[in-house]
């Protein structure tokens, strides 16, 4: 089984939908979890740390279940500039260590 | 620009040479990493310092490859007697050792080419 496990897609949206991805970890005693969005031939960038109560940035809401080991993004009002692969990051150890990244989720919002 | 920064952005090499990517971090970031992306993958850690001490390499890391950070400021990572399979993107990250989350942030990548 991956550490960490995302559906690939691509998930093609009209511009305007909510559109919501989900991912998967192994390790039950992670930490601390994130997600990044990475252009095309592109360096990942941080989107959005992902805390246990919940946190939202704009239009941008993660949220993390313990209990099932899961971690969604929701993004509402998808832009065109949304259109991204969408990575799923764990740090297994809750320090300044590793990170595990999914292979991503690629979304391509469409007029 | 104070982000972390790489150089080379782009190498293509021929199999058997070696190869050195450098990477410079966020100038107050004391943890530097290392990580390669292969096409369709998420990044796979490689190695990671504290300062000039390397506190943890990946399984990935063979003995063709070798990461310092002598000053405890940029890291160079070198690959000897290169192979096609290391064509990959090297992507270089940074964080604080303990604070924000520990969130690390990442530079442009060198993209490796293996002829």
């Known amino acids: 089984r991956k550490e960490v496990e995302q559906d690939p897609g691509p998930f093609n949206v009209p511009e305007g939908a909510t559109v919501a991805f989900n991912c998967t970890y192994s390790?039950?005693?992670?930490?601390?979890f994130f997600w990044y969005r990475q252009d095309c031939r592109k360096e990942p960038k941080l989107l959005m740390s992902?805390?246990?109560s919940g946190n939202e940035d704009g239009r941008f809401t993660a949220q993390l279940n313990r209990a099932s080991q899961y971690i969604s993004l929701l993004i509402r009002d998808s832009k065109l500039s949304d259109s991204a692969t969408y990575l799923c990051?764990?740090?297994?150890?809750?320090?300044?260590?590793?990170?595990?990244f999914g292979t991503g989720t690629r979304l391509q919002v469409t007029l | 620009d104070t982000g972390v920064s790489q150089n080379p952005r782009h190498k293509i090499t021929k199999r058997g040479q070696n190869v050195t990517f450098r990477c410079d971090p966020i100038?107050?970031?004391?943890?530097l990493y290392w990580y390669r992306q292969t096409l369709g993958q998420g990044p796979e850690f490689l190695t990671y310092?504290?300062?000039?001490?390397?506190?943890?390499k990946s399984r990935l890391l063979s003995d063709r490859f070798s990461a310092e950070r002598p000053k405890g400021s940029f890291s160079t990572l070198e690959i000897q007697r290169t192979e096609q399979g290391d064509s990959a993107m090297y992507l270089c990250?940074?964080?604080?050792?303990?604070?924000?989350?520990?969130?690390?942030?990442f530079g442009p990548g060198t993209r490796l080419t293996v002829t």
């Open positions: 992902v805390y246990s």
């Open positions: 990250a940074s964080s604080l050792a303990q604070g924000q989350g520990y969130e690390q942030y």
């Open positions: 100038s107050e970031h004391n943890r």
């Open positions: 390790n039950s005693a992670s930490q601390s």
């Open positions: 310092f504290q300062n000039e001490a390397q506190l943890e």
């Open positions: 990051v764990v740090n297994p150890n809750g320090t300044a260590s590793k990170l595990t």
